[in-house]
Each structure stands twice: as C-alpha cells, then as structure tokens.
C-alpha cells in the first residue's frame, strides 16, 4: 500500500500554483492601493472623524495589510511543500500564529477604542 501522506506535487502543479499565487497577490496590491487612495479621501474629506477614530482606522488597515500579506506567504510556502505532510506542518503553523495575531490585534484595537472613547467624553 502506499503512504498517502508522502506523495510529490508534480512540477507543472506547483508552477502553476505559483504563478496564480502570484498573480493574486499583484491583483491584491492594486485592491490595497486602491483602498488606501479611498481611505486617504474620506479621511480628507471629513472633520467629523476625530483623531483616535483616525487612528483606529489607520491600526486596522495595516492589520489587514498584514493578515493578508501572511495569506499569502501561507500560499506561496504551500506551492513549495515537497508533501502532504509538509503542507500539514505550514497549515499548522500558519493557523497557530495567526491565532496569537490576531488576539494581540484584537487586544490593541480594543485598547485604542478604551482611549478614544476615555478622551471623547467631556471633561468636567
């Protein structure tokens, strides 16, 4: 019987998975400058936004930034596994730090939000 768990990905395979994670990731860039042109003209165009929602703003942009660039080096690491068993080990991984990101993500999101709200009530 065979091992199922330790089978090679066949060249053409991984080329192709590759070049469309490639692909992506440019498609993405363009969606990011985009987004962040869009966010600089509201951010412009409004004086309702007060300082810590701004920042706020800014915090959860470059957390997506960076919840997306691991994405995608997840899928660039996941073209190059040599096994099914490696792909488990990058998944794992992967899953593991994700989960430790996004708590401390969470948790400054959150400690931003404590203090723009703390600085938003009237002093009395």
Known sequence: MNDATNFDI???????????V???????????EA???????????????G??????QEKTMQYAEANVQASFDLAER??????????????TQFARQQMESYTQQAQEISKMMAEAAQKAQPKA
């Open 10 to 20: 066949p060249a053409p395979v991984r080329q192709m998975a590759e070049k469309s």
């Open 22 to 32: 490639e692909q992506t990731k440019q498609a993405y860039d363009r969606l990011l």
């Open 35 to 49: 987004a962040r042109q869009a966010q600089g003209m509201f951010a412009d165009s409004t004086n309702a936004m």
């Open 51 to 56: 300082m810590g929602s701004k920042e706020i």
């Open 78 to 91: 996941l073209v190059k596994a040599k096994d099914l068993q490696e792909v488990m080990e990058i998944q």
